[in-house]
């Protein structure tokens, strides 16, 4: 059994070397994400579709991401479903060729490239797109829109986009559409102790945290100690106890690698992983109308898809996490209003952050109803 696999896995590596080597590398992972890679026929079809549909295409669309193919069963940016779906509500006027796993870069580059042209579309997180465009980061304000629902209701919002989308805009790019993840965790080290289940329970961890002044401060008023980590450092930093916790979201944990190194994972619902994938504007405003609107609601179409993929993924990672013996816990109404009182959002300390990133505490109030109503759009939360 073990001599089959190998060979099933030489003629998978010898068939995707081959594809990427003629300049297929976009066929070589739609047939290696479709599982056809051992199959020399399958490879061939998969090859010649992609050909005839770039060749028929009168527009091509680079979309980049920072995550493998595969990674969708944990963290679903779903990036397979858009090229699909991009090609066919444009009726195969716009071919999309992908450039998954960080080939083109991560985060920060990879929204320079679409701001700059470089790349039409990119996959990244809100957090990297608040230097370019500043008012999506209040997103990262606690207990604004930590919880699925709230952030989904915000950013599908009238208000959202009347008054968050033209600095967008003005920074030259186009969101296409917002990918649920999940809330960010609190994640404690293995051997760190724990289980963390109120503020109280924070103090004097070392918290690993972004550059992100928001989020530095909040772990600070929940009585953390904000550890700035470099995310590249830290798997080591956590390895090390240079830092004692992080708070990326259950399947961000999964797909980077974490599972080994962890005790316990809080959901407290504080602040939202969450990603987007952005256009740039130039570029789709040079498109036909009738391709503009076919890519919109390809974005649609892949945002549903999105929405519907976030329980089973966030199910898959924690039961992969599970098996290294990671303990998960929910809180109760009482812990949860622990973490609000003591860093919520309606804290007078965040006042700043509101005017400044709203522009107005009455833009700020809009912003705040529309997180708080439901919209068409439903999703599972934490």
Same mark, same amino acid.
């Given at each position: 059994?073990?001599?089959?696999k190998?060979?099933?896995?030489?003629?998978e590596?010898?068939?995707?070397?081959?594809?990427?080597?003629t300049?297929?590398?976009t066929?070589?992972v739609?047939?290696?994400?479709?599982?056809?890679?051992?199959?020399?026929?399958?490879?061939?079809?998969?090859?010649?579709e992609?050909?005839?549909?770039e060749?028929?295409a #009168?527009?091509?669309?680079?979309?980049?991401t920072?995550?493998?193919?595969g990674?969708?069963r944990?963290?679903?940016?779903?990036?397979?479903?858009l090229?699909?779906n991009?090609q066919?509500?444009?009726?195969?006027?716009?071919?999309?060729?992908?450039?998954?796993?960080g080939?083109?870069?991560?985060?920060?580059?990879?929204?320079?490239?679409?701001?700059?042209?470089?790349?039409?579309?990119?996959?990244h997180?809100?957090?990297n797109?608040?230097p370019?465009?500043?008012?999506?980061?209040?997103?990262?304000?606690?207990?604004?829109?930590?919880?699925?629902?709230?952030?989904?209701?915000?950013?599908?919002s #009238?208000?959202?986009?009347?008054?968050?989308?033209?600095?967008?805009?003005?920074?030259?790019?186009?969101?296409?559409?917002?990918?649920?993840?999940?809330?960010?965790?609190?994640a404690?080290r293995?051997?760190?102790?724990?289980?963390v289940?109120?503020?109280? #329970?924070?103090?004097?961890?070392k918290?690993r945290?972004?550059?992100?002044?928001?989020?530095?401060?909040?772990?600070?008023?929940?009585?953390?100690?904000?550890?700035?980590?470099?995310?590249g450092?830290?798997?080591?930093?956590?390895?090390?106890?240079?830092?004692?916790?992080?708070?990326p979201?259950?399947?961000?944990?999964?797909v980077?690698?974490?599972?080994?190194?962890?005790?316990?994972?809080?959901?407290?619902?504080a602040?939202p992983?969450?990603q987007?994938?952005?256009m740039?504007?130039?570029?789709?405003?040079?498109?036909?109308?009738?391709?503009?609107?076919g890519?919109?609601?390809?974005?649609?179409?892949?945002?549903?898809?999105?929405?519907a993929?976030?329980p089973?993924?966030?199910?898959?990672?924690?039961a992969?996490?599970?098996?290294?013996n990671?303990?998960?816990?929910?809180?109760?109404?009482?812990?949860?209003?622990?973490?609000?009182?003591?860093?919520?959002?309606q804290?007078s300390?965040?006042?700043?952050f509101?005017?400044?990133?709203a522009?107005s505490?009455?833009?700020?109030?809009?912003?705040?109803e529309?997180?708080?109503?439901r919209?068409k759009?439903?999703v599972?939360?934490?």
């Open positions: 059994m073990d001599r089959e190998q060979e099933i896995a030489s003629v590596r010898r068939n995707f070397l081959k594809l990427a080597g300049g297929s590398f066929a070589a739609v047939a290696g994400a479709a599982g056809m890679l051992w199959s020399d026929a399958a490879v061939a079809q998969t090859a010649k992609e050909r005839d549909r060749a028929a #009168d527009h091509t669309m680079t979309l980049a920072a995550y493998v193919l990674a969708s944990s963290y679903p940016i779903m990036q397979l479903d090229k699909e991009i066919n509500a444009t009726n195969g006027k716009v071919y999309v060729k992908l450039a998954p796993g080939q083109l870069g991560a985060g920060g580059a990879l929204v320079q490239a679409v701001q700059g042209g470089t790349i039409q579309c990119a996959q997180s809100l957090s797109f608040a370019f465009a500043s008012a999506v980061d209040l997103i990262n304000m606690p207990y604004f829109c930590g919880a699925n629902q709230r952030f989904v209701n915000l950013v599908t #009238d208000a959202w986009k009347a008054e968050v989308h033209p600095k967008v805009e003005a920074a030259g790019f186009k969101a296409l559409f917002y990918i649920v993840i999940d809330p960010r965790v609190v404690l293995a051997g760190g102790g724990g289980p289940l109120t503020p109280s #329970d924070l103090e004097g961890v918290f945290v972004p550059g992100s002044k928001m989020l530095q401060q909040y772990y600070r008023m929940v009585g953390a100690n904000p550890t700035p980590v470099a995310w450092e830290t798997p080591s930093a956590i390895k090390q106890g240079v830092a004692d916790a992080l708070d979201s259950v399947g961000a944990l999964f980077f690698g974490f599972k080994d190194i962890l005790s316990h994972v809080t959901f407290t619902q602040v992983d969450s987007v994938y952005s740039n504007l130039e570029w789709f405003n040079s498109l036909p109308g009738d391709v503009q609107e890519i919109e609601f390809a974005g649609e179409l892949t945002s549903h898809q999105n929405l993929k976030v089973s993924a966030r199910a898959y990672a924690m992969e996490l599970a098996k290294a990671v303990e998960f816990h929910s809180l109760s109404d009482d812990q949860l209003a622990q973490w609000k009182e003591a860093g919520g959002f804290r300390e965040w006042d700043e509101k005017v400044e990133l522009g505490m009455d833009t700020f109030t809009k912003l705040e529309a997180a708080g109503t919209g759009y439903f599972h939360d934490a």
